[in-house]
């Protein structure tokens, strides 16, 4: 089995986890809100609908390209959606912020330490958001396992401007949102995509680093009913972002449970669309 160093040099065996070099793609492990669709205890149409793209676990994603896979936020349904879309192998992880519907399923990092042969592996975030996971998962380490405990070890590296991890560079962009909160910009073999699931507003400086995409992911909580949302983006703006930054695509996500989405699709302009959980870009 050939070693690979990472992007802090270090050497680790790939066990079972080849895949071939394929354009860079990104899966949506999951589209939903905080609350999931359905959300617990309702039936209005969406919680109740048959569509299968209308069943929203919390959002996350992963890119694969260049060599390697990254795990983007680790939300409450981790575990199930890794399992669902043979997601089996994470040579990094990216947070953008620390609201639980992105950092819940943090702890199942652990079983990619296993896959890779026990290294540790580097998790990228915002430094006021690697403060938080210290905060709300202190016993997250490093250092190798002791026998009969099985905890993540991870590599915690701020990120402020771009990184590489294999043949991809990724790049944060600060958005406005509650919390301290990145989106990430991926550039593998000239291909540019964007992934910003929780946002309420692109800051001018960070608009400027999302020129060229071929795919842009954006917040889209609901439609602009019953009321603009103080941290999400709905649907104008939404719509006006995506226009300003044109994106050759642009797939929405984060939505909640007043999104049905043959009817939502149907608001989208050409070049526009509403993501589902499962679906590659
Ligand atoms: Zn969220
Ligand atoms: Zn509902
Ligand atoms: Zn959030």
Redesign the pocket.
């Known amino acids: 089995m050939p070693a690979k160093s990472d992007i802090a040099g270090n050497e680790f065996q790939r066990i079972r986890l080849e895949f071939p070099e394929v354009a860079m793609e990104l899966l949506f492990l999951g589209t939903g809100t905080?609350c999931g669709v359905p959300q617990i205890g309702c039936d209005c149409e969406v919680c109740t609908s048959s569509d299968p793209r209308d069943k929203r676990l919390r959002s996350g994603a992963v890119v694969r390209g260049g060599g390697v896979s990254i795990i983007v936020d680790t939300p409450p349904e981790f575990r199930l959606a890794c399992l669902k879309y043979n997601v089996a192998r994470a040579d990094a992880v990216f947070i953008t912020?620390a609201?639980m519907?992105?950092i819940a399923g943090f702890d199942d990092i652990r079983r990619f330490n296993t896959l890779n042969g026990d290294h540790p592996i580097p998790c990228y975030a915002a430094e006021e958001t690697i403060a938080d996971l210290h905060r709300i998962f202190p016993y997250i380490t490093s250092k190798p396992n002791t026998e009969g405990l099985y905890r993540p070890q991870i590599e915690f590296t701020p990120v402020a401007g771009a990184v590489r991890v294999g043949g991809i560079e990724v790049t944060a962009v600060p958005v406005v949102?509650?919390?301290r909160?990145n989106g990430y910009v991926f550039e593998c073999d000239g291909r540019r995509m964007a992934y910003i699931p929780?946002c309420r507003e692109i800051p001018d400086a960070s608009l400027e680093k999302l020129h060229d995409l071929d795919v842009l992911v954006l917040d889209c909580l609901r439609g602009d009913e019953p009321r603009i949302h103080p941290?999400h983006m709905t649907l104008s703006l939404s719509l006006a972002a995506a226009e300003k930054i044109g994106a050759k695509r642009t797939y929405f996500t984060h939505a909640c449970h007043r999104v049905l989405h043959r009817d939502f699709e149907k608001l989208l302009p050409q070049g526009v669309a509403l993501a589902y959980d499962g679906l590659i870009v």
């Open positions: 905080s912020h609201h519907d992105h949102h509650g919390p909160t929780d941290t």
